[in-house]
């Protein structure tokens, strides 16, 4: 089952920015939109982006994502000590059946 | 106000079949375009799709855990049932509930269900 790949960790101060880049295959990624996912420590998972770049309502506009072939970044300006998280991108994967794959996760952590 | 919440046993023996119910409100599952999945995650690990069911029936599974697993709806009960088969201890973990919209992302999320797989 294929995966997409993050970096484990990523870290910087409050206020700066970071970005979580998140890569994979043309049968994914490549050919379908990308979510992101916000997961708070002892909490369900909550949607942060979608289709690649648009926002739920209530999500701030210092969290923005981007798709480029067959990767896709999210990006946290002003950072605060409340993002620290671990995120995760998903996407629809077409290879054999059709089935969701999530990324390995990252931890954000807010120095 | 749409909320979703699983709910089944909280720890089941190798080899057993886990059950797990997520009974939603606030949509109608046999609503155009909108469906109903489920996604684990063991302690301190990533998240993993297992399975999702749409308003027109059609269903996908996890390619890895497609011969253990059946979602069923009932429509009328506004519930999405999961069936997991031949449980290890691997498969403990968290279970969440998702609503789908488009077959596209997940925009709710129910609270989760932690199953302990032990004997």
């Known amino acids: 089952q294929s995966v997409l790949t993050q970096p484990p960790s990523v870290s910087a101060a409050p206020g700066q920015k970071v970005t979580i880049s998140c890569s994979a295959s043309?049968?994914?990624?490549?050919?379908?939109?990308v979510s992101w996912y916000q997961q708070l420590p002892g909490t369900a998972p909550k949607l942060l982006i979608y289709e690649n770049n648009r926002r739920p309502s209530g999500i701030p506009d210092r969290f923005s994502g981007s798709k480029s072939g067959t990767s896709a970044t999210l990006a946290i300006t002003g950072l605060q000590t409340g993002d620290e998280a671990d995120y995760y991108c998903g996407t629809w994967d077409n290879s054999l059946s059709a089935h969701y794959v999530f990324g390995t996760g990252t931890k954000v952590i807010v120095l | 106000q749409i909320t979703l919440k699983e709910s089944g046993p909280t720890l089941v023996r190798p080899a057993q079949t886990l059950t797990l119910t997520c009974t939603f409100s606030?949509?109608?599952?046999?609503?155009?375009?909108?469906?109903v999945g489920w996604i684990r995650q063991p302690p301190g690990k990533a998240l993993e799709w297992l399975a999702i069911?749409?308003?027109?029936?059609?269903?996908r599974y996890s390619p890895s855990l497609k011969s253990r697993l059946t979602i069923t709806r009932d429509t009328s009960k506004s519930q999405v049932v999961l069936t997991m088969t031949n449980m290890d201890p691997v498969d403990t973990g968290t279970y969440y509930c998702?609503?789908?919209?488009?077959?596209?992302?997940?925009?709710?999320w129910g609270q989760g269900t932690l199953v302990t797989v032990s004997s």
């Open positions: 998702v609503h789908s919209r488009l077959e596209r992302h997940f925009d709710y």
């Open positions: 069911i749409y308003w027109d029936d059609d269903k």
């Open positions: 043309s049968s994914n990624i490549g050919n379908n939109y």
């Open positions: 606030g949509f109608s599952l046999s609503t155009s375009g909108l469906g």
